[in-house]
């Protein structure tokens, strides 16, 4: 499939892109898609939750009452989740919620990504995108010449573009990555998606 080039100024040039078709025109796979997502959002989790355990409340072992004839459950200590200020019984203890993937399914999901947005026509391709000097004031002017002010957008720029991503850096609703971080969840978190003409080849050499 054939894509326009716009340049920063919102304008179509002459310049045609072919955008393979095995990986922005294939049948989405909507399980791959959920794997891929679900692992990216895992992985954002520090596991740092805790919760004070009987082990962990200070207080006095002391048995506070005799084992039976109370008619009440029987009671070890103070420190017994059954009473106020005891600790808790099985509450959450730190732990790693990262997962594996297979590459090969988290390539298909993000070519599936990828072509429900070309099927949206939600995808874009950027000529021009190159600052000297890190310039937010410029990059919201490409925005506003885009009419992309209020949308959500993700830029997939080529590598070594790092004056694009501190650009963008505070702008609310924008985000930029290389292209070879691109992941299935910025792709379906935006609601278009901008891709430099420097960094369609390197999607295409990663994802194919």
């Known amino acids: 499939m054939e894509a326009k080039v716009l340049d920063t100024k ?3 040039t002459s310049d045609k892109v072919t955008l393979s078709d095995s990986i ?5 796979n909507d399980h791959a898609i959920y794997l891929d997502v679900k692992q990216y959002l895992a992985n954002q989790r520090q596991g740092t939750h805790k919760s004070k355990e009987r082990a962990d ?3 006095s072992t002391r048995k506070i009452k005799k084992q039976k004839g109370t ?3 029987r ?3 103070i420190k ?3 009473f106020r200020g005891g600790g808790r019984a099985f509450g959450p203890r730190p732990r790693d919620y990262r997962f594996k993937l297979n590459t090969k399914l988290k390539r298909v999901a993000r070519r599936s990504a990828l072509s429900l947005k070309a099927k ?3 995808i874009f391709i950027l000529d021009g995108l190159k600052f000297d000097t890190p310039k937010t004031k410029e990059f919201l002017s490409v925005l ?8 959500k957008v993700l830029f997939v720029v080529g590598n070594g573009n790092d004056n694009a991503y501190k650009s963008a850096k505070n702008i609310k609703n924008t985000k930029v990555v290389s292209a070879d971080s691109l992941n299935t969840y910025d792709v379906l978190n935006a609601r278009k998606v901008i891709i430099a003409k420097d960094a369609v080849d390197v999607i295409e050499k990663i994802l194919n």
Do not use: F, M, Q, V
């Not at 506003?144 to 949308?151: C, D, G, P, S, V």
């Open 10 to 12: 919102g304008k179509a």
């Open 120 to 122: 949206d026509e939600a």
């Open 75 to 77: 009671a070890g200590s």
């Open 80 to 82: 017994s989740p059954i």
């Open 144 to 151: 506003t010449a885009l009419k992309l002010e209020n949308e």
């Open 24 to 28: 922005y025109g294939i049948e989405p």
């Open 57 to 59: 409340i200070t207080g």
């Open 71 to 73: 008619g009440t459950a």
